[in-house]
């Protein structure tokens, strides 16, 4: 079974731009959260969507937002972009449920560095 | 005060020794904790779950005390392939949402 895809693998963007990134969970899993990753720090939690819901939002500004589709796959989106949005930007997909169910399966992530 | 929060270190330790990690967690509402092992520029992997009674997985060990509200994590016998960072997480899910969060993360680096 593949793993969780992530695409691009790497972008660069000037400032104010705007970026969609995309990834496809583990077939069966219906949850996908996105991670901000700054080198240094832990992922820093954005979102987590289920069944096209969002289920939990991180402390991050309205320039980022995100969706799911039918098929699980997810979309996500920063507007108006930053000199401080350069990072790697982690998907994980997981199982919905509570304990063990919620280990996050993470892709290789996409690199963006905004200019 | 940050959500979870680990001792960066590095901890740089030889072959065969035990190292232990700990974390601690705000939110007394925290349900369910885990470790990742990350290494570099790669994605985070589970490690292990951490479960209330304790739980060990070879050389690894995890123990949760909800109590003082923090995690830790044991490696025995530490080889060469345990340097990496470690990311200790907590899920918290209650009325004001969902929310799932990392530390830092503490850099191991075993030496020969």
């Known amino acids: 079974d593949a793993g969780v895809t992530q695409s691009p693998t790497h972008l660069i963007k000037t400032r104010g731009q705007h970026v969609t990134l995309r990834c496809s969970p583990i077939?069966?899993?219906?949850?996908v959260s996105w991670y901000q990753q700054v080198l240094g720090q832990g992922p820093q939690f954005i979102f987590q969507?289920?069944?096209?819901?969002?289920?939990g939002r991180g402390n991050f500004p309205d320039r980022f937002s995100a969706r799911q589709f039918p098929n699980y796959s997810s979309e996500l989106n920063v507007n108006a972009l930053l000199l401080g949005d350069s990072a790697l930007y982690l998907c994980?997909?997981?199982?919905?449920?509570?304990?063990?169910?919620?280990?996050?399966?993470f892709g290789p992530g996409t690199r963006l560095l905004v200019l | 005060r940050k959500e979870v929060e680990q001792d960066p270190g590095p901890f740089n330790v030889p072959e065969g020794a035990t190292v232990a990690f700990n974390c601690t967690y705000s939110?007394?509402?925290?349900?369910?904790f885990f470790w990742y092992r990350q290494d570099c520029r790669k994605e985070p992997k589970l490690l292990m779950s951490?479960?209330?009674s304790g739980n060990e997985d070879g050389r690894f060990t995890a123990q949760l005390n909800r109590a003082s509200q923090y995690i830790s994590l044991l490696i025995r016998d530490s080889k060469l392939s345990d340097s990496a960072t470690y990311l200790c997480v907590v899920i918290t899910n209650s009325n004001s949402g969902y929310a799932l969060n990392f530390g830092k993360g503490t850099s191991l680096l075993v030496t020969p």
């Open positions: 939110n007394s509402a925290s349900q369910s």
């Open positions: 969507y289920y069944e096209k819901e969002e289920r």
């Open positions: 951490v479960y209330s």
């Open positions: 994980a997909s997981s199982f919905p449920g509570t304990g063990v169910q919620e280990t996050q399966y």
């Open positions: 077939s069966g899993h219906k949850s």
